[in-house]
């Protein structure tokens, strides 16, 4: 795919990663759609900076958590620019052990994390039916070896790989559905030890912005004969 001129819908595209990959596709060429739960003026922000890179930029709001609303979202998106690609960067991470989880925990996680991911998916491929797409899924290492720390997110992400490889078949061939795994690429939005953080990563070290955007890049226009496939970004920290 040739993303100069393409437009894509980052889902949490104002801040921390969802910025990075906003800012990575507009480097490419690619006009963005940022959408934005409560930051707003974060979005504001991310978008001028967006534009600053010679692309255009919108924003949309929606709650995620609101999964009856999303086809409103994907038509409301759609207005703004009709889009060939779609990031599903947002998501919730909440530090809950298997103890501390109750019912509306498991399931905002799971609304927020898998739903909305689904059905912004569905929505898409409805509307590029027959045309070349792709979507990407931001994951985590913990996806594809979980652990008992944040236990409804480790699920949900979980789900999400499998998720991604089954619409991988269902979407092909026009579209293609990959994900990129993460590992430490920001401090912890919680205040957790950002040493301890990287104790366990065998390159030693936090990634950096420009290693997650080439990783999005590659997958939208190198990777043209890869779907389904879960790329890790977190330092090997998957293999221990």
């Known amino acids: ?6 437009t894509a819908l980052v889902t949490g ?9 906003s800012l990575a596709l507009a480097e490419a060429g690619v006009n963005v759609i940022i959408h934005y739960g409560s930051s707003e003026s974060a979005a504001r922000q991310t978008l001028a ?16 958590a609101k999964v009856e609303r999303l086809a409103e979202m994907v038509e409301v998106a759609w207005q703004c620019s009709p889009f060939q690609i779609l990031v599903n960067n ?10 501390q989880v109750g019912v509306e925990d498991w399931q905002r996680h799971l609304n927020i994390n898998l739903t909305a ?9 409805r509307k590029i039916s027959g045309q070349e797409g792709r979507i990407i899924n931001i994951l985590d290492w913990r996806a594809l070896r ?16 499998a998720l991604t490889r089954s619409l991988a078949v269902a979407l092909a061939p026009e579209i293609t559905v990959n994900g990129i795994a993460l590992g430490a690429v920001l401090p912890p939005s919680d205040g957790g030890d950002v040493h301890q ?12 912005a420009e290693e997650v955007g080439r990783a999005l890049i590659f997958l939208l226009s190198g990777a043209t004969y890869t ?3 879960i790329f890790h970004v977190d330092g090997g920290r998957h293999l221990i």
């Open 1 to 6: 795919m040739n993303l100069k001129g393409k």
């Open 13 to 21: 595209g104002a801040h921390r990663v969802g910025k990075i990959l």
């Open 49 to 64: 900076e967006v534009e600053q890179l010679g692309v255009r930029s919108w924003l949309v709001q929606a709650d995620l």
């Open 90 to 99: 947002a998501a919730i991470f909440e530090p809950l052990s298997w103890n």
């Open 117 to 125: 991911p689904f059905l912004l998916s569905q929505g898409f491929a």
């Open 146 to 161: 979980p652990v008992d720390d944040h236990l409804p997110y480790t699920i949900s992400k979980a789900a999400l790989a």
């Open 197 to 208: 953080a990287v104790q366990s990563v065998p390159a030693g070290r936090w990634a950096h």
């Open 227 to 229: 779907t389904g496939e």
